[in-house]
Structures are given as structure tokens and as C-alpha cells.
């Protein structure tokens, strides 16, 4: 259905602004979480976690669940292993091949976890899809097979933005979610509709829902919207017209469309009205309009209506106040869904630019590395 954070490899960005700049946080907060944060924004520079641990080794795996064939990247710290972790690929052509994933990667296995990157049809085509949780479910299982730990053979899930839906449903399955220790979600989202209306109007719901709120949405979300979707179309033209829309927008905003607009047949035009609409109270009404196959996977994306609670304690969601791709509401509600979450909304922290952000802010993605971190080192007898 989406792209999982637009244009190019940016799907990783809000993973590595994990590591902004911490002015200030040497002196306030001295201990390995500031050290993983700053070893993230790093990338592949110098870092006090670098000097302290070893390098990691990546290898490739192949691996065979229920019959299907997958290959990963498998990140060893070559340290004691706090817990095996799947990390899901952002949307990006380079998979789990893309240079920003790897070193993530590397930072989370110094961090003494061991890492493990699914090659995911999906996000190398720009997609996410609910499709995708048979791969997440399938690493898990894997990945908790061949795990050897102190405190059992649980693994944790981290996913990024809109890849979170997946993550979750496959958290959800019978047989994998008694195998998952934790699910770690940046910037996600709970409500696809209320997505939908986000990215279309720049409408959201204020924490109460009692009124509506309003942003800035960032445009491309809409084109990578249409991108994930136009292959369900029947029609060939206005699939053809629709990718060339959104090309168009992704390589310069605000670029002519009319031209293939006016092209547009019954099957593609209620998806360019959808997204040209500007009010929250019509998004209900035109996404009934939308061809059936659409609106089936906005619907067996969402996680609303589901029964979260088998999630209840396993749930870290970090998400920015200032995000302008997902409102942070949106964790906040899937929190509530799942009867209760670790949440941390960090002050003056966008989805995508981690510049600026306050000292509050950086108090808060420290409390949540923390967080992280103590799921990986669960308590002596701890399941």
C-alpha cells in the first residue's frame, strides 16, 4: 500500500536520526544508550561503541519455512548476544542491501544484538503491503530456531514507519507471536483511513479525538501512496497515466499533471480524486469509491479493529511530535489498542530531519534506547 517513508532510501531516515547530534548528553545521560544513538548517527565513522566492541561479521543466509526459501543478512556481534532481532528493510530498490540499512545494522549488533535483515520482495519494489508479514513472520521463526540466549529463543521486531503494519500482523500470527520478545515501531501508524486522510488533507485527529488537527503533510507521501497501489488497477492506460503522475511529482513537486489527468478512465480516476481531496469529512466517501482490490488492502493493512492485547508489554513506539509523514497520534492510538505500550513522543522530532531538535527531545529518545535496551537484557528467569 505505501512506500515506507518516499523518494529513494529515505525509509531508513527516521532510524538514523535516532543518532542526532545529543549536544548536551554526554554530562545528562553518560551510559551505553547514548553511546548506541551516537554510534547510529555515525554511520560508518568513529564512535566510542566502534572502539569499545568488536566489528560485527555480516553473512548471508538462506533459510526455508513451511516450504518457501528466503535469504537474509545475519549481523553476528561477535559478543555475548542480549537477543536476536529482525530487522524489517525500509523501501528501497537496495533491500537489505541499502549502505544506511547496513550500518544500522552493524550499530544494533555492537549494541550485542544479533541482527537479522529479511530480503523482502516488497520494499525492493517501493511497496509495503500486508504481504509482507509472511516474510517478517518467517524471520522470526527462523531467527528464534537457530538463537541461542541466556533468557530463551524470543526475538524482537523493529520497523520504521508504515512498515509497522506488517510487523505487527506477523507479531500477531498463532505460532510466531509466543516466539516475539518485543516489537519496536518508529514513527508508525494504527488507522489506515485516518493515514489516508492525513497525507490527502493534512487532517488528524487531536489526542482526545474530539476535534481535528492540521499539518503540513509532506506531498510525496501521496505519490508513493499511488505507486504501491496503481499495479492493482484493471485498467493498463491509467495505470500507465497514474505512474507517470506520480514519477513526475517525486522528481519535481507541484510538476504538470494535468495532461495525464485528463486521460484518466473510471477505473483510475477515483484514485487522483482521492488524492486531490483537501476535506477529512469526504475521505470515507471516496475511498468507496476506489476499486475493490485497493480497498482491500487498505483495510488488511490496518490495524484497527484488531486484538492487539497478545502486544500488551511488548510494544516500544517511538514517534516525533513534529512528524509531518505520520501523526504521532497514530501511536498514540495504537498503544491504547494495545492495552498498554512503552511510548515516547520526542519534542521537536519530524519523521524524516532530526535537526533541531531540543535537549527535551533528545531526553526522550534517550529513555527510549534505554527501553530498547532493557528488553534486550530481560530479567534473570524472564521469559
Known sequence: MFDRCGRG??????????????????VLF???????????????????????TPAPVRALVRYEVDGRVWYADLYDPRQPVGAPLVLVPGAAQAGKDDPRLQALARSLARARFLVLVPDLPGPRALKIS?????????????????????????VGVAAISYGIGPAVLAALRPGVNDKVRFVLGLGGYYDTRAMITYITTGAYRDPTGSGWLHAEPLDYAKWVFVLSNVDR???????????????????VPHAPIQDLARGLGPVGRPLLTLLLNDDPARVDELIAQL?????????????????????????????????????????????????GAELFIPEGFSHVDPDGIPIAGQRTLVRAMRALLAHRDPPPGAS
Not at 130 to 154: E, F, K, M, N, W
Open 9 to 26: 532510501a529515505r525509509g531508513l531516515a527516521m532510524a538514523v536520526g535516532l543518532g542526532i547530534a545529543l549536544s548536551g548528553c554526554d
Open 30 to 52: 553518560p551510559d551505553e544508550a547514548v553511546n548506541v544513538l551516537k554510534d547510529i548517527v555515525a554511520g560508518d565513522g568513529p564512535s566510542a561503541l566502534k572502539e569499545e
Open 130 to 154: 500486508a504481504a509482507d508479514a509472511d516474510g517478517i513472520a518467517d524471520a522470526v521463526t527462523y531467527l528464534a530456531g537457530r538463537a541461542t540466549t541466556p533468557s530463551g529463543r524470543q
Open 233 to 251: 488497477l484493471r485498467s493498463a492506460s491509467d495505470r500507465a497515466a497514474l505512474s507517470e503522475m506520480a514519477r513526475r511529482r517525486l522528481r
Open 291 to 339: 476499486p475493490e482490490a485497493v480497498r482491500a488492502d487498505i483495510a488488511a493493512l490496518s490495524l484497527k479493529g484488531r486484538d492487539l492485547s497478545p502486544l500488551a508489554g511488548k510494544l516500544i513506539l517511538i514517534h516525533g511530535e513534529a512528524d509531518r509523514m505520520i501523526p504521532y497520534t497514530e501511536s498514540i492510538a495504537l498503544a491504547a489498542a494495545a492495552g
